[in-house]
């Protein structure tokens, strides 16, 4: 297998391009698709400030690396979600990276700041971790964005990522979900960040290959909570379909954006935002979704505090005390 452009080995063949790249060429290729996505789509021009939100996972660090290599202005933000050894390495790792290329780094500890991780947060709610945990993370990446005066904020989401969102709003039919998936969403307010994705064109194994080739050193665990999220199964049966039919997922994303997402967007800004009346971020009821739910976190911790001590104090609790 011989490199498409010089003709020396190849280390990496992209079948969806029919093409194989030796490694100088490869990182090449690798920019070239991010340069491509910032200029076509517009997503933040060479003096803004860009926020990036980094999980120490092979996407946002080799994200923040090209955007950096490239001389754009970022900075990076981890959200310390609380869950277990998982969460303690992908510190560890986003820290020594942002150390060793000299980046700035923001950190935001979920349990510190709103009193209980992502496992806490689960269990109190009876609800899916997954669930809590990316209201949290995209409230907070906004919130910290606007707070710090950035322009964009950028994630790390790839093809495979976006494919597999994509299958599942189209399972489910949530038109609101598919009128708002894009690589950009536009700010629609002073305090809503513009949010991009420059990766989206790539897959999860050519961003591997990019960190791996630059020698980063990204958690390679998978979040334990992972495996109950039904995007892993989304994601497999596209990679059927891609190993079948090479530049499938390409094909299904591109299609969309271009043929259907425009279409999508009748009716989709017909709303008023206002601020919440607890934090002050942009929502179109009186409190914001992340308000409601850590609300709801706190009462049911409060209540069940209050049914141990009356339990353990000899007194029957009342049925509404148990509910
Ligand atoms: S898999 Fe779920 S719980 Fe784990 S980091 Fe992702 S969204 Fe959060
Ligand atoms: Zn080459
Ligand atoms: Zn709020």
Not at 20 to 35: G, I, M, N, R, S
Not at 173 to 198: C, D, F, M, N, Y
Not at 206 to 220: K, P, R, S, V
Not at 256 to 267: C, K, S, W, Y
Request: aromatic share 8%; net charge positive; charged share 25%.
């Amino acid at each position: 297998m011989r490199c498409i452009k010089c003709g020396e080995k190849a280390i990496m063949e992209l079948p969806r391009h029919n093409s194989a790249f030796c490694k100088p060429d490869y990182l090449e290729y690798f920019e070239t698709q991010v340069e491509r996505v910032i200029r076509r789509r517009r997503t933040f021009n060479r003096d803004d400030r860009i926020l990036i939100g980094v999980s120490g996972g092979k996407d946002s660090l080799s994200l923040w690396h090209v955007l950096a290599r490239m001389g754009y202005k970022t900075a990076g933000l981890h959200i310390h979600l609380g869950i277990g050894e998982y969460s303690s390495l992908s510190y560890e790792k986003t820290l020594r990276f942002s150390e060793q290329h000299g980046l700035t780094l923001f950190t935001v500890d979920l349990a510190g700041k709103y009193g209980m991780n992502v496992t806490e947060l689960s269990r109190t709610l009876r609800r899916a971790p997954c669930s809590g945990c990316g209201l949290s993370k995209r409230y907070i990446l906004n919130r910290e964005a606007y707070e710090r005066g950035f322009d964009a904020l950028a994630t790390g989401h790839n093809l495979d990522d976006e494919t597999a969102t994509l299958l599942g709003n189209i399972l489910h039919w949530q038109i609101g979900h598919l009128a708002r998936q894009s690589p950009v969403l536009p700010s629609t307010g002073e305090k809503l960040i513009k949010r991009v994705k420059p990766l989206y064109t790539l897959t999860e194994r050519e961003t591997a290959a990019y960190a791996l080739l630059h020698g980063i050193d990204y958690i390679l665990e998978e979040c334990p909570n992972a495996w109950k999220a039904k995007s892993l199964l989304y994601k497999d049966a596209l990679a059927r379909i891609e190993a079948e039919s090479p530049g499938a997922k390409q094909r299904f994303l591109t299609q969309f954006l271009e043929a259907a997402q425009a279409r999508l967007q009748v009716g989709a800004d017909d709303y008023v935002l206002r601020d919440c009346v607890r934090c002050g971020q942009p929502t179109t009821a009186e409190l914001c979704a992340f308000c409601r739910m850590w609300q709801q976190a706190t009462e049911r911790a409060e209540k069940r505090k209050r049914y141990r001590e009356t339990a353990s104090g000899r007194e029957m609790p009342t049925l509404q005390e148990r509910f």
